[in-house]
C-alpha cells in the first residue's frame, strides 16, 4: 500500500523568503501525487498534483513541485512567500485511479514578518 | 455554487451518546468520503462512497456508520460516542472514484466535534 511521510511538522520562515516543504513517498507501483493546503479553519484546497508527464509541476498561488522518482520525493517549493501562505499542507498520494487518496500527517507553514 | 456543504460546524457529545455528521454536494459527482482530521495524525479516510448505493470502509472504520442516502448526501454516523471520536471531520466529493485524480476532491469546512 501506498504511504507518504511528510518530513517536517512545522517550518517557520520569514516573509519574501523561499520555502521547501518535504514530502516522501512509498510505492511499488505508479502513484499520483498532490499538495493540498489548508487555511485556518477552512477545508482543503487542492494546491497541484503530478499525475505524468513533466516532472515539474506548477501550482496555484505561485507554488511548484518537483517528482524525483529514484528519490521517491515531491517537494513543494515556493520562491518568496508571503503572510498569506501561513496554512497547513498536505501531501497525498494515490497509487492508481479508483483508490481514495492517501494523506500525510502535514506540515505547518508559519510566515512571520 | 455551494460545492460541499456539511452540519452541523460544531458539536459537544457526552460518551454514549449518537449523531449523525450531514454531507451534502451540489456538483453532481459521484463519489463521497468522510476523513478525519486530530493533530500530527494528518487525514484518515473513514468511509467512502464510490458511487450511488456503494459504501466502502477506509482506514479507520470502527466506531462509525455511513449512509449515501442519494447522489447529493453522504452521511456519518457516531451511534454510541467515545473520547477518542473527538476529532474534525471532513467531508469530501470528487467527480468518480476513478478520475478523483484528474480533478481533484472539493472539502467541505468540517465539523468540530468533541466528545466529553
Known amino acids: 500500500a501506498q504511504s507518504v511521510t511528510q518530513l517536517d511538522s512545522q517550518v517557520p520562515v520569514f516573509e519574501e523568503a523561499p520555502v521547501e516543504l518535504r514530502c516522501n513517498y512509498s510505492?511499488?507501483?505508479?502513484?499520483?501525487l498532490f499538495w493540498y493546503v489548508q487555511y485556518p479553519n477552512q477545508g482543503l484546497q487542492l494546491l497541484l498534483k503530478?499525475?505524468?508527464?513533466?516532472?515539474l509541476v506548477k501550482g496555484i498561488n505561485g507554488f511548484e513541485a518537483e517528482f524525483n522518482k529514484s528519490q521517491t520525493s515531491f517537494h513543494l517549493r515556493k520562491p518568496s512567500v508571503h503572510i498569506s501562505d501561513t496554512a497547513e499542507y498536505f501531501c497525498?498520494?494515490?497509487?492508481?485511479?479508483?483508490?481514495?487518496?492517501?494523506f500525510g500527517k502535514g506540515t505547518s507553514l508559519l510566515v512571520t514578518p | 455554487n455551494a460545492g460541499v456543504t456539511q452540519t452541523p460546524k460544531f458539536q459537544v457529545l457526552k460518551t454514549g451518546q449518537s449523531m449523525t455528521l450531514q454531507c451534502a454536494q451540489d456538483?453532481?459527482?459521484?463519489?463521497m468520503y468522510w476523513y478525519r482530521q486530530d493533530p500530527g495524525m494528518g487525514l484518515r479516510l473513514i468511509y467512502y462512497s464510490a458511487s450511488e448505493g456503494t459504501t466502502d470502509k477506509g482506514e479507520v472504520p470502527n466506531g462509525y456508520n455511513v449512509s449515501r442516502l442519494n447522489k447529493r448526501e453522504f452521511s456519518l454516523r457516531l451511534e454510541s460516542a467515545a473520547p477518542s471520536q473527538t476529532s474534525v471531520y471532513f467531508c469530501?466529493?470528487?467527480?468518480?472514484?476513478?478520475?478523483?485524480?484528474?480533478?481533484?476532491?472539493?472539502f467541505g469546512s468540517g465539523t468540530r466535534l468533541t466528545v466529553v
Open positions: 510505492s511499488s507501483v505508479s502513484v499520483y
Open positions: 456538483m453532481n459527482h459521484n463519489s
Open positions: 497525498a498520494v494515490s497509487e492508481s485511479t479508483g483508490y481514495a487518496l492517501n
Open positions: 503530478y499525475l505524468s508527464g513533466s516532472t
Open positions: 469530501a466529493s470528487s467527480e468518480a472514484l476513478d478520475r478523483s485524480v484528474y480533478y481533484g476532491y472539493t
